[in-house]
């Protein structure tokens, strides 16, 4: 049962453009999301994230929005940059505990 | 700024050999978590620390894996013996605390691979 979901494999954008990554999740005892970024090879990297008590966090040209009726997040990438170009893993966690638990990553390549 | 450093960063062995990976945390972060990233998916955590003690390891397989971290500081992950399975990327994390809505702040990882 894959509590966090994140159903774009693949998301190829041009230069320029606005990058927009989904996750969607079942368990409505998540209270906190982050998105990390990741290279091949190396380990994630920490991005952007949200409690539930907001719907938008926005750093930079990276901004994430949560829709707690709808149980789904967004990552809005504005403008893209092909240094960009890498793994996006949505991440949950809530409870008594700070267990994170991930969707399975989608890959965004950005075109010069 | 701070990171989380683990070594090795690669790491060949046979099944049925024994490996060890070693974490250090970023200063002052009490918490450590040990996950695993099988290539396709999203890291799964093993492992909780807090300072020194386990605070989580129901997905740790305990027939072959430990985890350690006496003084509270740097961890070692140990399987023994390695199985085909268990290649992957094993990844280190840590946080402030042990509270909630902590981020977490991953190293580097060692990717495994067993043959």
């Known amino acids: 049962d894959q509590q966090v979901k994140q159903n774009s494999p693949s998301l190829s954008v041009q230069e320029g453009r606005i990058s927009i990554l989904n996750c969607d999740y079942t368990n409505s005892m998540f209270d906190y999301f982050l998105w990390y970024k990741k290279y091949p090879a190396e380990g994630p990297t920490f991005l952007i994230s949200?409690?539930?008590?907001?719907d938008k966090n926005e750093d930079g040209r990276f901004t994430v929005f949560l829709n707690k009726s709808a149980k789904h997040l967004s990552l809005h990438i504005v403008p893209s940059q092909p240094g960009d170009s890498a793994v996006y893993f949505c991440a949950a966690s809530g409870g008594a505990t700070n267990k994170l638990i991930f969707g399975t990553g989608t890959l965004l390549a950005v075109q010069p | 700024e701070a990171e989380v450093a683990q070594s090795p960063r690669y790491k060949i062995t046979e099944k049925s050999q024994a490996v060890a990976f070693w974490c250090d945390p970023i200063?002052?972060?009490?918490?450590l978590y040990w996950y695993r990233q099988i290539l396709g998916q999203g890291p799964e955590l093993l492992v909780q620390?807090?300072?020194?003690?386990?605070?989580?390891d129901s997905q740790l397989p305990k027939d072959r894996f430990s985890a350690e971290r006496l003084k509270g500081v740097d961890s070692t992950l140990k399987i023994q013996p390695a199985e085909l399975g268990d290649s992957a990327m094993y990844l280190c994390?840590?946080?402030?605390?042990?509270?909630?809505?902590?981020?977490?702040?991953f190293g580097p990882g060692t990717r495994l691979l067993v043959l």
């Open positions: 949200i409690s539930s008590i907001k």
């Open positions: 200063s002052g972060h009490a918490t």
């Open positions: 994390a840590s946080s402030l605390h042990r509270g909630i809505q902590e981020t977490q702040y």
């Open positions: 620390f807090q300072d020194e003690s386990v605070v989580d």
